[in-house]
């Protein structure tokens, strides 16, 4: 069976305290949202990734459920033993406790699937079967999927794989991924990866704190966002903290931001949003950096477009 993996990335520090809200978290305006009202309530997030800190300060309130789907331990023990998880998470959803970081959608709560392990690896086989596992997942009060994350990726084209993606889009889940860590810092050339390279996909690149595209950052035609990706602060193993730089770091603002505007948006129209109409309301939200379409695909997203537009 092939091997996924998670996608390249640096760990640029880790400290042991932190008091901020990050800076790509403030770059999407995800705190205009928070003034009025919007923080992710009732939103369920599947990260496929290598697990979570489960007791994180930050983190262990936005946790529903989980799952391990590697050989490494028991199925009911998704803890993470690699970091990359737990940041993720705390990018998406780190509470508002007055202290640490604060995620970009603090009232979403989290589906913890464990598809990698501890070195970051795991077979196509687990990452299948943790789609599937979080496409048919019923919480114990009838809480479904509506948003997964998954910052890994492979260079085979898995029909398999695709397939099973294809299925949770049919169920009207959005399935944001990380563009990936190949990039040579030239817009004219392009890198591949997958599941990045499928279209049904919301793929994400990266900027760095000015918005430069990241120099790592892949380039090709599916790219379909932008977001920080470098120096990112978020949770990380022990209670701790760390900032690290990739496109995984870029993708999880992303599907923050997403979950924001799939609540606002269900809040306007009163109905249960499809996956293509989720989509195009983030559409909605980008504004250009200025960078090539396969750089930045629609640009970048700017939350205040989105409390705007729903109240013309």
């Not at 705190?31 to 990734?49: C, S, V, Y």
């Not at 109409?277 to 950096?289: D, F, G, P, R, S």
Request: aromatic fraction near 6%; charge should be negative.
């Amino acid at each position: 069976m092939k091997n996924g993996r998670l996608i390249p990335f640096k760990v640029e520090s880790i400290q042991s305290k932190a008091d901020e809200i990050p800076y790509g978290v403030k770059q999407i305006e995800a705190p205009k949202m928070w003034r009025h009202g919007e923080k992710g309530n009732g939103i369920l997030i599947a990260i496929l990734d290598t697990g979570i800190d489960r007791t994180h300060p930050d983190l262990e309130s936005r946790i529903l459920d989980g799952r391990n789907f590697t050989p490494e331990s028991t199925e009911d023990d998704y803890s993470d033993l690699n970091g990359h998880g737990t940041h993720v998470a705390g990018t998406i959803a780190a509470a508002e406790t007055g202290t640490g970081v604060i995620g970009v959608a603090p009232e979403a709560k989290l589906l913890i699937c464990k598809v990698l392990d501890s070195e970051g690896s795991g077979s196509y086989e687990s990452i299948i079967n943790g789609l599937k596992y979080a496409t048919n997942y019923v919480g114990p009060n009838g809480e479904r999927v509506r948003l997964i994350n998954m910052s890994l990726g492979g260079s085979d084209n898995d029909p398999e794989f695709e397939a099973s993606i294809l299925e949770a889009c049919a169920k009207g889940i959005v399935v944001i991924v990380a563009s990936g860590n190949e990039g040579d810092a030239d817009e004219s050339t392009m890198e591949f990866g997958y599941p990045a390279c499928y279209n049904e996909c919301v793929t994400v690149a990266a900027h760095d704190e000015a918005r430069k595209l990241a120099y790592f950052s892949n380039n090709n035609k599916q790219v379909d966002v932008i977001a920080a990706g470098v120096q990112v602060l978020s949770t990380y193993p022990k209670g701790s903290y760390a900032r690290l730089s990739g496109t995984s770091m870029a993708t999880p603002h992303v599907t923050g931001a997403m979950a924001l505007i799939l609540a606002e948006s269900e809040r306007k129209f009163q109905r249960t949003l499809t996956e293509s109409e989720i989509y195009a309301q983030m559409v909605k939200c980008c504004n250009t950096l200025g960078h090539e379409p396969t750089s930045e695909g629609n640009g970048a997203i700017k939350l205040s477009f989105s409390y705007k537009k729903h109240r013309i």
